[in-house]
């Protein structure tokens, strides 16, 4: 079972397998998952497979129900991939690819979303002009969450584009929340 954001199609199979006596497990798949998505966490499952000691010791925190011996680390598979060095890129090829120049120092603002940090925008804006007082010979990329979109970054956007910010939208077409 994957615990996402809401009950997951994997969930009826998952109780299936548990009333027929198959031994079932469920992946932690994210750092907050524990604390903002709890109500979704079976509690009946045998096996718990988290990221880290510390998301270890939250789940057994907020549930003091689960024994140690139910749980295993496995770190964090969807990054997995961030391994394969067959994917990886030059900075060179990279930068010319996202148009930054590979020459010059690069500092990566990554947001967040509008529910959590509505300001955010002026925020960074404020952030990056200063930054560039202080640094000298850098360029910024932003890096937009996946539930981040352009359209609330509209009236920033000049104020980027006069620093020659690069935006990276990383947002999928099909909006995250809707599957």
Known sequence: HSMPYRVSSDLAPLLMAQRQGIPTGTLIQSWDNLSSKTALLPRWVDRYWTWSDVMTDELTE?????????????????????????????REVYCKSVGLDPKKRTIVVATGTQKWLPQEPATVVQLIEKASEVF???????????????????NSLDRLRKKGVVIKNTSP???MDQG
């Open 136 to 154: 000298s010979n850098v360029q910024f990329q932003l890096r937009l969450h996946p539930k981040d979109t352009l359209k609330r970054w509209q």
């Open 62 to 90: 907020l549930n003091p129900h689960i024994q140690s011996e139910q749980i295993r680390i496995v770190g964090a598979p969807q990054f997995d991939a961030h391994f394969d060095s067959s994917l990886a890129q030059s």
């Open 173 to 175: 077409e099909v909006h």
